[in-house]
């Protein structure tokens, strides 16, 4: 069985409306072949433990599941979610999808998520130079500030600091889509993936995630397709900011991971100041 707990429940039963026994927006045929390309036959009898309304099937499964099986069913759920929710103007709830998140990367083996791995090789074996930061198409006066942040990431990393490490790469991550996006709002805010309120109009910009900037970041041409899966990796371990987020995933951050924090800085800065090879 997975080992998600009655809180960490509470945020999917309510991301996917699971109140009224549905799940999103599946009918039964949808929802089989959604679990179908899993491996999972979601309408047998196993998983009528507590009736036979989606919602009940899905809560069955994920007390059966481990925790990889139920990991991927509700990453892909909660992508499904967004989607659908951006599509259709309704509004993201963006912190119970943050924290939601943050519940599927503790399940999932890090081997299998997106975070950054040893087994990416082509993309971790290549040697990233740090652009000049002057060349970074951001706010000149946030310049000073990128570098004194770049600057303390050399040192948390020199002193082996590497939780610090993680956090300050990604600040300098978010600092600098953030500029990107005041640098050409019309870009940002008339893509696709950009987050929208109820009335559809798009989010300021101080209200998106970091993980928006990133998507959007990308639809626009700023990062490589490569360079988005890895910074959601980097995303990811800096929501180890908060103490019970690390607590509950048993996240411990040695070199390997805070030097591959650094390399996906590294190619996201290549990226967006138009260096990388």
């Known amino acids: 069985m997975s080992s998600l707990t009655s809180a960490e429940k509470l945020y999917f039963e309510k991301l996917f409306g699971m109140q009224s026994g549905y799940v999103l927006d599946f009918n039964d045929a949808t929802y089989g072949e959604f679990f179908n390309a899993k491996g999972v036959d979601i309408h047998a009898i196993q998983y009528q433990t507590y009736g036979t309304s989606k919602a ?16 991927s069913v509700l990453g892909d759920m909660l992508d499904l979610y967004e989607a659908t929710h951006h599509l259709s103007g309704h509004p993201v709830d963006v912190l119970a999808l943050e924290k939601a998140r943050c519940i599927v990367h503790r399940l999932l083996p ?20 740090l652009p000049d930061i002057r060349n970074l198409p951001i706010e000149p006066l946030a310049v000073p500030i990128i570098e004194s942040r770049l600057n303390e990431v050399r040192l948390a990393m020199g002193a082996s600091a ?14 600098v889509l953030l500029g990107l996006a005041q640098k050409y709002p019309q870009k940002f ?11 559809k109009r798009v989010r300021p910009f101080h209200e998106w995630t970091l993980s928006q900037f990133i998507d959007v970041a990308c639809e626009v041409g700023f990062l490589k397709p490569d360079v988005k899966k890895f910074s959601h990796g980097l995303r990811d371990f800096r929501n180890y900011i ?15 991971t805070a030097r591959v924090c650094i390399q996906v800085l590294k190619a996201a800065l290549a990226s967006v100041a138009g260096t990388r090879l």
Not at 113 to 127: A, H, K, R, T, Y
Not at 164 to 174: D, K, M, Q, R
Not at 243 to 254: G, L
Request: charged content about 25%.
């Open 56 to 71: 009940k099937k899905l809560r069955s499964f994920w007390e059966q599941m481990p925790d990889d099986k139920v990991g």
């Open 110 to 129: 890090v081997s299998s998520s997106d975070s950054p791995s040893e087994g990416d090789s082509n993309f971790l074996d290549i040697e990233f130079s």
């Open 162 to 175: 590497y939780l610090s490490t993680i956090f300050l790469c990604g600040s300098v991550l978010e600092g």
């Open 189 to 199: 805010n008339q893509a696709s993936a950009s987050p929208k309120v109820m009335d």
């Open 242 to 256: 908060h103490p019970y987020e690390q607590m509950a995933s048993r996240f411990s951050p040695d070199e390997h």
